[in-house]
Protein backbone atom coordinates (compact mmCIF):
# COMPACT_ATOMS: atom_id res chain seq x y z
CA UNK A 1 0.00 0.00 0.00
CA UNK A 2 1.11 3.30 -1.37
CA UNK A 3 1.70 6.08 1.10
CA UNK A 4 -0.17 9.88 0.39
CA UNK A 5 2.59 11.95 -1.49
CA UNK A 6 1.68 14.36 1.20
CA UNK A 7 3.52 12.84 3.99
CA UNK A 8 7.82 13.12 5.28
CA UNK A 9 10.05 11.59 2.89
CA UNK A 10 10.47 8.95 5.80
CA UNK A 11 7.19 8.10 6.20
CA UNK A 12 6.44 8.15 2.93
CA UNK A 13 9.49 5.48 2.00
CA UNK A 14 8.71 3.76 5.44
CA UNK A 15 4.88 2.71 4.61
CA UNK A 16 5.82 0.29 1.53
CA UNK A 17 7.62 -2.20 3.76
CA UNK A 18 6.00 -4.74 5.86
CA UNK A 19 9.21 -7.17 5.77
CA UNK A 20 11.47 -6.04 8.56
CA UNK A 21 13.90 -8.32 7.56
CA UNK A 22 13.82 -7.88 3.90
CA UNK A 23 17.21 -6.17 1.80
CA UNK A 24 17.30 -2.77 1.46
CA UNK A 25 21.06 -1.24 0.84
CA UNK A 26 24.48 -2.43 0.59
CA UNK A 27 27.98 -1.15 0.20
CA UNK A 28 30.63 -3.58 -0.27
CA UNK A 29 30.61 -6.14 2.40
CA UNK A 30 28.07 -4.53 4.82
CA UNK A 31 24.01 -4.95 4.04
CA UNK A 32 21.39 -3.05 6.06
CA UNK A 33 17.80 -4.82 6.12
CA UNK A 34 15.08 -2.40 6.55
CA UNK A 35 14.71 -3.21 10.44
CA UNK A 36 18.62 -2.09 10.76
CA UNK A 37 17.90 0.83 8.57
CA UNK A 38 14.97 2.29 10.44
CA UNK A 39 17.25 1.69 13.69
CA UNK A 40 20.01 3.40 12.44
CA UNK A 41 17.70 6.59 11.13
CA UNK A 42 16.74 7.00 14.48
CA UNK A 43 19.98 6.96 16.07
CA UNK A 44 21.36 9.40 13.82
CA UNK A 45 18.24 11.56 14.10
CA UNK A 46 18.33 11.47 17.57
CA UNK A 47 22.39 12.52 17.61
CA UNK A 48 21.42 15.13 15.70
CA UNK A 49 18.85 16.49 17.87
CA UNK A 50 21.16 16.40 20.89
CA UNK A 51 23.54 18.10 19.08
CA UNK A 52 20.51 21.21 18.39
CA UNK A 53 19.43 20.55 14.82
CA UNK A 54 15.69 21.57 14.39
CA UNK A 55 12.63 21.57 12.11
CA UNK A 56 13.85 23.49 9.31
CA UNK A 57 17.69 23.81 9.77
CA UNK A 58 19.96 22.89 7.27
CA UNK A 59 22.42 19.97 7.28
CA UNK A 60 25.03 19.89 4.88
CA UNK A 61 25.98 16.21 3.06
CA UNK A 62 29.27 16.31 1.29
CA UNK A 63 29.36 12.36 1.41
CA UNK A 64 30.12 10.42 -1.83
CA UNK A 65 27.43 6.91 -2.09
CA UNK A 66 27.90 5.71 1.22
CA UNK A 67 25.41 4.36 3.59
CA UNK A 68 26.14 7.20 6.07
CA UNK A 69 24.45 9.43 2.79
CA UNK A 70 21.50 7.34 3.32
CA UNK A 71 20.96 6.91 6.74
CA UNK A 72 21.26 11.12 7.32
CA UNK A 73 19.42 11.85 4.21
CA UNK A 74 16.17 10.42 6.22
CA UNK A 75 17.15 11.17 9.78
CA UNK A 76 17.29 14.78 8.42
CA UNK A 77 13.47 14.22 7.23
CA UNK A 78 12.57 12.20 10.95
CA UNK A 79 13.82 15.59 12.13
CA UNK A 80 12.45 18.17 9.83
CA UNK A 81 15.63 19.16 8.84
CA UNK A 82 17.13 20.00 5.38
CA UNK A 83 18.94 17.58 3.76
CA UNK A 84 21.63 20.18 1.68
CA UNK A 85 23.33 17.84 -0.97
CA UNK A 86 26.82 19.07 -1.79
CA UNK A 87 29.61 17.20 -4.45
CA UNK A 88 32.40 15.56 -1.60
CA UNK A 89 35.03 17.06 -4.36
CA UNK A 90 33.79 20.09 -4.56
CA UNK A 91 36.95 23.00 -4.46
CA UNK A 92 37.21 24.39 -1.04
CA UNK A 93 36.43 27.81 -2.61
CA UNK A 94 32.88 26.11 -3.87
CA UNK A 95 32.52 24.84 -0.70
CA UNK A 96 32.90 27.73 1.08
CA UNK A 97 30.34 29.70 -1.11
CA UNK A 98 28.17 27.10 -0.61
CA UNK A 99 28.17 27.27 3.00
CA UNK A 100 27.89 30.75 3.64
CA UNK A 101 25.09 31.08 1.47
CA UNK A 102 23.21 27.92 3.22
CA UNK A 103 24.52 28.90 6.97
CA UNK A 104 23.94 24.63 7.43
CA UNK A 105 23.73 23.78 11.50
CA UNK A 106 25.85 20.44 10.82
CA UNK A 107 27.85 19.10 8.23
CA UNK A 108 28.16 15.53 7.50
CA UNK A 109 31.96 15.12 5.64
CA UNK A 110 34.03 11.75 5.02
CA UNK A 111 37.95 11.30 5.40
CA UNK A 112 38.47 12.26 1.82
CA UNK A 113 37.31 15.98 1.75
CA UNK A 114 37.95 16.28 5.54
CA UNK A 115 41.28 18.24 5.48
CA UNK A 116 39.96 20.41 2.13
CA UNK A 117 36.68 21.43 3.38
CA UNK A 118 37.23 21.22 7.61
CA UNK A 119 38.25 24.79 7.66
CA UNK A 120 35.22 26.24 5.65
CA UNK A 121 32.85 24.96 8.18
CA UNK A 122 32.30 28.05 9.78
CA UNK A 123 30.20 27.60 13.03
CA UNK A 124 28.92 24.54 11.51
CA UNK A 125 29.04 21.34 13.66
CA UNK A 126 30.75 18.63 12.22
CA UNK A 127 30.34 14.90 11.92
CA UNK A 128 32.55 12.39 9.79
CA UNK A 129 32.19 9.62 8.10
CA UNK A 130 34.76 6.94 7.23
CA UNK A 131 34.80 6.52 3.61
CA UNK A 132 35.67 2.47 4.51
CA UNK A 133 34.15 2.17 7.65
CA UNK A 134 30.31 2.86 8.63
CA UNK A 135 30.53 5.08 11.40
CA UNK A 136 29.89 9.03 12.57
CA UNK A 137 32.72 10.49 13.78
CA UNK A 138 31.44 14.23 16.37
CA UNK A 139 27.83 12.77 16.41
CA UNK A 140 26.53 13.06 19.94
CA UNK A 141 24.30 10.30 21.65
CA UNK A 142 21.00 11.00 22.17
CA UNK A 143 18.31 8.96 23.64
CA UNK A 144 15.00 10.44 21.93
CA UNK A 145 13.65 12.96 19.75
CA UNK A 146 10.73 14.32 18.78
CA UNK A 147 9.77 13.00 15.30
CA UNK A 148 8.38 15.31 13.15
CA UNK A 149 5.34 15.10 11.35
CA UNK A 150 4.47 16.96 7.84
CA UNK A 151 2.26 16.96 5.43
CA UNK A 152 4.77 17.06 2.57
CA UNK A 153 5.05 20.73 1.52
CA UNK A 154 8.08 20.85 3.74
CA UNK A 155 11.54 22.03 2.41
CA UNK A 156 13.21 18.74 2.71
CA UNK A 157 16.50 19.02 -0.27
CA UNK A 158 18.49 21.93 -1.02
CA UNK A 159 20.38 21.10 -4.68
CA UNK A 160 22.83 23.01 -6.57
CA UNK A 161 22.29 22.75 -10.41
CA UNK A 162 22.72 25.57 -13.41
CA UNK A 163 19.35 26.49 -13.08
CA UNK A 164 17.04 26.85 -16.15
CA UNK A 165 18.94 29.70 -16.79
CA UNK A 166 21.84 28.19 -16.75
CA UNK A 167 23.31 29.93 -13.80
CA UNK A 168 24.03 28.08 -10.53
CA UNK A 169 21.38 28.27 -8.27
CA UNK A 170 20.00 26.05 -5.05
CA UNK A 171 17.28 24.49 -5.85
CA UNK A 172 14.74 23.74 -2.89
CA UNK A 173 12.70 20.13 -3.42
CA UNK A 174 9.88 19.35 -0.77
CA UNK A 175 9.11 16.28 0.49
CA UNK A 176 5.81 15.94 -1.69
CA UNK A 177 7.57 16.91 -4.67
CA UNK A 178 10.13 14.01 -4.19
CA UNK A 179 7.41 11.45 -3.07
CA UNK A 180 5.31 12.65 -6.33
CA UNK A 181 7.91 11.56 -8.38
CA UNK A 182 8.19 8.02 -7.46
CA UNK A 183 4.55 7.74 -7.64
CA UNK A 184 4.30 9.07 -10.87
CA UNK A 185 6.90 6.99 -12.01
CA UNK A 186 5.49 3.80 -10.17
CA UNK A 187 2.30 4.81 -12.37
CA UNK A 188 4.21 4.78 -15.88
CA UNK A 189 6.70 1.93 -15.66
CA UNK A 190 3.82 -0.25 -13.45
CA UNK A 191 5.79 -3.28 -11.58
CA UNK A 192 9.57 -2.29 -12.76
CA UNK A 193 9.87 -1.54 -9.20
CA UNK A 194 9.73 -3.82 -6.35
CA UNK A 195 11.23 -6.40 -4.12
CA UNK A 196 12.46 -8.66 -6.49
CA UNK A 197 14.47 -5.83 -8.26
CA UNK A 198 17.77 -4.43 -7.15
CA UNK A 199 19.00 -1.10 -8.25
CA UNK A 200 22.58 0.00 -8.59
CA UNK A 201 23.04 3.43 -7.09
CA UNK A 202 26.35 4.69 -9.27
CA UNK A 203 24.91 7.97 -10.12
CA UNK A 204 26.18 10.41 -7.18
CA UNK A 205 23.57 11.30 -4.17
CA UNK A 206 24.05 15.03 -4.81
CA UNK A 207 22.88 14.59 -7.93
CA UNK A 208 18.49 14.22 -8.18
CA UNK A 209 18.42 11.44 -10.33
CA UNK A 210 21.23 9.17 -8.39
CA UNK A 211 18.99 10.73 -4.89
CA UNK A 212 15.71 11.11 -5.62
CA UNK A 213 15.40 7.84 -8.22
CA UNK A 214 18.50 5.77 -7.42
CA UNK A 215 18.02 5.49 -3.55
CA UNK A 216 14.42 7.16 -3.05
CA UNK A 217 12.07 5.72 -5.45
CA UNK A 218 14.24 2.41 -4.73
CA UNK A 219 13.86 2.24 -1.13
CA UNK A 220 9.95 3.26 -1.41
CA UNK A 221 9.00 0.31 -3.38
CA UNK A 222 11.15 -2.28 -1.89
CA UNK A 223 13.93 -2.65 -3.97
CA UNK A 224 17.24 -3.11 -2.72
CA UNK A 225 19.70 -0.42 -3.80
CA UNK A 226 23.55 -1.46 -3.68
CA UNK A 227 25.85 1.10 -3.88
CA UNK A 228 28.96 2.29 -5.61
CA UNK A 229 30.81 5.71 -4.35
CA UNK A 230 32.37 5.76 -8.34
CA UNK A 231 31.49 4.82 -11.81
CA UNK A 232 34.61 2.61 -12.50
CA UNK A 233 34.12 -0.12 -15.73
CA UNK A 234 35.26 -3.21 -14.35
CA UNK A 235 33.78 -2.77 -11.01
CA UNK A 236 30.94 -1.88 -11.96
CA UNK A 237 30.39 -5.22 -14.09
CA UNK A 238 31.60 -7.06 -11.55
CA UNK A 239 28.75 -5.67 -9.36
CA UNK A 240 26.25 -6.06 -11.91
CA UNK A 241 27.16 -9.77 -11.83
CA UNK A 242 27.55 -10.30 -7.90
CA UNK A 243 24.63 -8.56 -6.86
CA UNK A 244 22.11 -9.80 -9.55
CA UNK A 245 21.52 -6.36 -10.18
CA UNK A 246 18.07 -5.99 -12.52
CA UNK A 247 17.89 -2.05 -12.49
CA UNK A 248 20.66 1.00 -13.43
CA UNK A 249 20.66 4.45 -13.92
CA UNK A 250 23.19 6.10 -16.22
CA UNK A 251 24.62 8.59 -18.29
CA UNK A 252 25.17 7.64 -22.01
CA UNK A 253 29.19 7.41 -21.79
CA UNK A 254 28.87 5.36 -18.91
CA UNK A 255 26.70 2.70 -21.02
CA UNK A 256 28.97 3.03 -24.09
CA UNK A 257 32.41 1.70 -21.57
CA UNK A 258 30.15 -0.91 -20.31
CA UNK A 259 29.51 -2.17 -23.60
CA UNK A 260 33.22 -2.06 -24.83
CA UNK A 261 34.10 -3.55 -21.50
CA UNK A 262 34.78 -7.72 -22.28
CA UNK A 263 33.36 -9.13 -19.39
CA UNK A 264 29.95 -7.36 -19.94
CA UNK A 265 28.65 -10.22 -21.21
CA UNK A 266 26.87 -13.51 -20.64
CA UNK A 267 26.05 -14.85 -16.95
CA UNK A 268 27.27 -11.10 -16.19
CA UNK A 269 24.36 -9.55 -17.75
CA UNK A 270 21.97 -12.47 -16.99
CA UNK A 271 19.74 -10.37 -14.58
CA UNK A 272 19.69 -7.11 -15.99
CA UNK A 273 15.99 -5.33 -16.42
CA UNK A 274 16.49 -1.98 -17.38
CA UNK A 275 19.00 0.69 -17.80
CA UNK A 276 17.17 4.18 -17.38
CA UNK A 277 19.65 6.71 -19.11
CA UNK A 278 19.76 11.09 -19.37
CA UNK A 279 22.13 13.73 -18.76
CA UNK A 280 23.05 13.18 -22.63
CA UNK A 281 21.94 12.51 -25.98
CA UNK A 282 21.23 8.27 -26.70
CA UNK A 283 22.15 7.55 -30.04
CA UNK A 284 20.93 5.12 -32.08
CA UNK A 285 24.16 3.41 -32.65
CA UNK A 286 24.23 3.35 -28.55
CA UNK A 287 20.73 1.67 -28.46
CA UNK A 288 21.64 -0.55 -31.55
CA UNK A 289 24.49 -1.85 -29.52
CA UNK A 290 22.79 -2.73 -26.70
CA UNK A 291 20.13 -4.55 -27.71
CA UNK A 292 22.62 -6.71 -30.47
CA UNK A 293 24.52 -7.33 -26.96
CA UNK A 294 21.36 -8.28 -24.84
CA UNK A 295 20.41 -10.56 -27.74
CA UNK A 296 23.70 -11.89 -28.26
CA UNK A 297 23.03 -13.34 -24.45
CA UNK A 298 19.02 -14.24 -24.87
CA UNK A 299 18.46 -11.01 -21.18
CA UNK A 300 15.78 -9.06 -21.67
CA UNK A 301 16.93 -5.92 -20.77
CA UNK A 302 16.24 -2.31 -22.12
CA UNK A 303 17.71 1.16 -22.40
CA UNK A 304 15.32 3.76 -21.60
CA UNK A 305 16.52 7.14 -22.56
CA UNK A 306 14.36 9.74 -20.27
CA UNK A 307 14.57 13.70 -19.64
CA UNK A 308 14.38 15.72 -16.15
CA UNK A 309 15.67 18.73 -14.56
CA UNK A 310 16.64 19.17 -10.68
CA UNK A 311 13.20 21.46 -10.78
CA UNK A 312 11.23 19.02 -11.69
CA UNK A 313 12.80 15.91 -9.74
CA UNK A 314 14.90 14.58 -12.43
CA UNK A 315 12.66 12.12 -14.32
CA UNK A 316 9.74 13.53 -15.95
CA UNK A 317 10.00 12.16 -19.06
CA UNK A 318 10.78 8.63 -19.76
CA UNK A 319 10.87 6.07 -22.86
CA UNK A 320 8.29 3.44 -23.04
CA UNK A 321 10.02 0.14 -22.87
CA UNK A 322 10.99 -1.14 -26.30
CA UNK A 323 9.80 1.96 -27.87
CA UNK A 324 12.57 4.01 -28.53
CA UNK A 325 12.47 5.99 -31.88
CA UNK A 326 15.92 8.05 -31.87
CA UNK A 327 15.85 11.77 -30.51
CA UNK A 328 12.42 10.83 -28.76
CA UNK A 329 13.18 11.12 -24.61
CA UNK A 330 9.22 9.41 -24.44
CA UNK A 331 6.49 10.35 -22.83
CA UNK A 332 5.69 12.76 -19.46
CA UNK A 333 5.01 10.02 -16.64
CA UNK A 334 2.15 9.76 -14.14
CA UNK A 335 0.63 13.28 -13.49
CA UNK A 336 3.21 15.25 -15.29
CA UNK A 337 2.18 17.89 -18.48
CA UNK A 338 4.11 19.51 -20.73
CA UNK A 339 3.58 22.19 -23.61
CA UNK A 340 6.11 23.18 -25.88
CA UNK A 341 5.21 27.39 -26.67
CA UNK A 342 6.69 29.66 -28.28
CA UNK A 343 8.40 33.42 -27.18
CA UNK A 344 4.91 34.76 -26.42
CA UNK A 345 3.81 31.55 -24.04
CA UNK A 346 1.50 30.41 -27.38
CA UNK A 347 1.49 26.88 -27.63
CA UNK A 348 3.30 25.77 -31.10
CA UNK A 349 1.31 23.40 -33.78
CA UNK A 350 2.30 19.52 -33.47
CA UNK A 351 5.94 18.93 -34.89
CA UNK A 352 7.12 22.77 -34.16
CA UNK A 353 10.12 23.59 -31.67
CA UNK A 354 9.72 25.76 -29.13
CA UNK A 355 10.38 25.93 -25.45
CA UNK A 356 9.46 23.16 -23.05
CA UNK A 357 6.77 23.65 -20.19
CA UNK A 358 6.37 21.66 -17.58
CA UNK A 359 3.29 20.97 -14.81
CA UNK A 360 2.33 18.57 -12.28
CA UNK A 361 2.64 17.87 -8.86
CA UNK A 362 6.79 17.65 -9.08
CA UNK A 363 7.76 20.49 -9.62
CA UNK A 364 10.24 22.30 -7.09
CA UNK A 365 9.61 24.88 -4.55
CA UNK A 366 11.80 27.39 -5.80
CA UNK A 367 15.33 28.65 -5.64
CA UNK A 368 16.76 28.98 -2.01
CA UNK A 369 16.77 33.11 -0.93
CA UNK A 370 15.85 34.29 -5.06
CA UNK A 371 12.67 35.27 -5.18
CA UNK A 372 13.27 37.23 -8.30
CA UNK A 373 14.71 33.85 -10.11
CA UNK A 374 11.99 31.39 -8.68
CA UNK A 375 9.32 34.14 -10.29
CA UNK A 376 11.12 34.27 -13.97
CA UNK A 377 11.00 30.29 -13.85
CA UNK A 378 7.49 29.63 -13.30
CA UNK A 379 4.64 30.74 -15.79
CA UNK A 380 0.96 30.33 -15.05
CA UNK A 381 -1.36 29.52 -18.21
CA UNK A 382 -4.78 28.41 -18.26
CA UNK A 383 -4.83 28.40 -14.00
CA UNK A 384 -2.01 25.99 -14.01
CA UNK A 385 1.62 26.52 -12.83
CA UNK A 386 3.94 25.65 -15.09
CA UNK A 387 8.17 25.88 -14.83
CA UNK A 388 9.72 27.40 -17.72
CA UNK A 389 12.72 24.81 -18.49
CA UNK A 390 15.23 26.77 -21.08
CA UNK A 391 14.78 23.75 -23.51
CA UNK A 392 13.89 23.50 -26.60
CA UNK A 393 11.31 21.00 -27.78
CA UNK A 394 9.17 19.83 -30.27
CA UNK A 395 6.09 16.80 -30.02
CA UNK A 396 5.35 14.25 -32.17
CA UNK A 397 1.55 13.46 -33.50
CA UNK A 398 1.16 10.35 -30.13
CA UNK A 399 3.15 13.34 -27.64
CA UNK A 400 6.42 11.61 -28.01
CA UNK A 401 9.17 14.59 -26.79
CA UNK A 402 11.93 15.99 -28.91
CA UNK A 403 15.02 17.35 -27.60
CA UNK A 404 16.12 19.90 -29.95
CA UNK A 405 18.93 21.92 -27.66
CA UNK A 406 19.04 24.53 -24.69
CA UNK A 407 17.58 27.56 -25.80
CA UNK A 408 20.33 29.84 -24.09
CA UNK A 409 22.42 27.59 -26.57
CA UNK A 410 20.32 28.79 -29.74
CA UNK A 411 22.21 30.84 -32.16
CA UNK A 412 21.33 33.41 -34.43
CA UNK A 413 22.74 33.85 -38.11
CA UNK A 414 21.51 36.33 -40.41
CA UNK A 415 18.38 36.42 -38.25
CA UNK A 416 17.66 32.64 -38.57
CA UNK A 417 17.68 30.05 -35.48
CA UNK A 418 20.70 27.71 -35.67
CA UNK A 419 19.78 24.60 -33.50
CA UNK A 420 23.47 23.48 -32.51
CA UNK A 421 21.81 19.73 -31.92
CA UNK A 422 21.13 19.79 -35.58
CA UNK A 423 24.91 20.49 -36.35
CA UNK A 424 26.14 18.03 -33.87
CA UNK A 425 23.63 15.31 -34.78
CA UNK A 426 24.58 16.24 -38.69
CA UNK A 427 28.21 15.73 -38.02
CA UNK A 428 27.81 12.43 -36.12
CA UNK A 429 26.22 10.96 -39.08
CA UNK A 430 29.92 10.26 -40.21
CA UNK A 431 31.92 7.23 -39.20
CA UNK A 432 34.77 9.01 -38.30
CA UNK A 433 33.42 11.67 -35.98
CA UNK A 434 32.51 10.29 -32.66
CA UNK A 435 31.09 13.46 -30.73
CA UNK A 436 31.16 16.95 -31.26
CA UNK A 437 29.63 20.67 -30.12
CA UNK A 438 28.67 23.44 -32.46
CA UNK A 439 29.46 26.96 -30.45
CA UNK A 440 29.52 30.39 -31.56
CA UNK A 441 32.10 32.57 -32.23
CA UNK A 442 32.60 36.25 -33.81
CA UNK A 443 34.84 38.01 -35.87
CA UNK A 444 34.36 41.42 -36.12
CA UNK A 445 31.12 41.17 -34.55
CA UNK A 446 29.80 38.65 -36.79
CA UNK A 447 28.37 35.30 -35.51
CA UNK A 448 30.11 31.60 -36.90
CA UNK A 449 29.74 28.66 -36.18
CA UNK A 450 32.52 26.83 -35.15
CA UNK A 451 32.56 23.28 -34.39
CA UNK A 452 34.38 21.39 -32.19
CA UNK A 453 35.57 17.45 -32.49
CA UNK A 454 36.70 14.88 -30.10
CA UNK A 455 39.75 13.07 -31.51
CA UNK A 456 41.91 13.95 -34.36
CA UNK A 457 40.58 14.33 -37.50
CA UNK A 458 43.05 14.96 -40.74
CA UNK A 459 42.60 17.87 -42.83
CA UNK A 460 40.76 16.17 -45.53
CA UNK A 461 38.48 14.87 -42.99
CA UNK A 462 37.65 18.53 -41.49
CA UNK A 463 36.75 19.51 -44.99
CA UNK A 464 34.18 16.55 -45.19
CA UNK A 465 32.46 17.40 -42.35
CA UNK A 466 31.89 20.75 -43.54
CA UNK A 467 30.61 20.11 -47.06
CA UNK A 468 28.16 16.62 -45.34
CA UNK A 469 26.73 19.63 -43.04
CA UNK A 470 26.55 21.75 -45.82
CA UNK A 471 24.60 19.02 -47.59
CA UNK A 472 22.33 18.12 -45.09
CA UNK A 473 21.15 21.45 -43.46
CA UNK A 474 20.50 24.85 -44.67
CA UNK A 475 23.66 27.25 -45.12
CA UNK A 476 23.15 29.14 -41.85
CA UNK A 477 24.36 26.50 -40.16
CA UNK A 478 27.59 25.33 -42.17
CA UNK A 479 30.81 25.90 -39.86
CA UNK A 480 33.11 28.39 -40.56
CA UNK A 481 35.58 25.93 -39.02
CA UNK A 482 36.41 22.52 -37.48
CA UNK A 483 38.86 22.28 -34.42
CA UNK A 484 40.05 19.07 -32.75
CA UNK A 485 40.20 18.73 -29.08
CA UNK A 486 41.98 16.00 -27.59
CA UNK A 487 39.49 14.97 -24.77
CA UNK A 488 36.29 17.11 -24.09
CA UNK A 489 35.92 18.28 -20.69
CA UNK A 490 33.31 16.34 -18.37
CA UNK A 491 30.67 17.41 -15.81
CA UNK A 492 30.80 15.35 -12.70
CA UNK A 493 28.05 12.73 -13.71
CA UNK A 494 30.46 12.63 -17.43
CA UNK A 495 28.25 14.51 -19.12
CA UNK A 496 29.74 16.99 -21.76
CA UNK A 497 30.60 20.36 -20.13
CA UNK A 498 29.74 22.68 -22.95
CA UNK A 499 29.82 25.69 -20.35
CA UNK A 500 33.83 24.98 -20.02
CA UNK A 501 34.29 24.55 -24.14
CA UNK A 502 31.80 27.71 -24.78
CA UNK A 503 34.58 29.65 -22.39
CA UNK A 504 37.64 28.24 -23.88
CA UNK A 505 36.71 28.00 -27.95
CA UNK A 506 33.46 30.08 -27.87
Known amino acids: MRASIHNTLYEYMKNFHPKQDQFAVKLRGKTFRFEKLFKEIDRVAAGLYAMGIRQGDAVMLALPNILQNVVAVYACSRLGAVAAMIHPLYSPSEFEAAVKKIKPKAIFLSDINLRRFSRACG ?19 GRTFPAFEGDGEEPMFYMQSGGTSGVPKT ?28 MLTVMPMFHGFGLCIGVHASLSTNMG ?28 RMIGKLLNYAEFKGEGIAHLQDIYVGGDTVTDELVDAFDARMRQYDVDACLSPGYGLTETVTVCALTKRGDFKEGSLGFPIGDTTVMVVDDDLNPVKTGERGELLISGNQLMSGYF ?30 GRMYFVGRKKRLIKISGMNVFPSDIEGAAQELDFVKEAIALEFKVDGKPFIRLLVEGELDEAQKKQV ?12 TPREVVCVPLFPRTSIGKTDIKKLEEMYG
Open 369 to 398: DDEEATAAAFCEIDGKRWVRTGDIFSLDEE
Open 123 to 141: GAKKVICPYLVYGYIGLKR
Open 225 to 252: VVLMPRFKVKPCAKLIRKEHITTMLGVP
Open 171 to 198: IVLSSRSVNAMVENLCDFLGDRFGESNR
Open 466 to 477: IAHISRRLSHWN
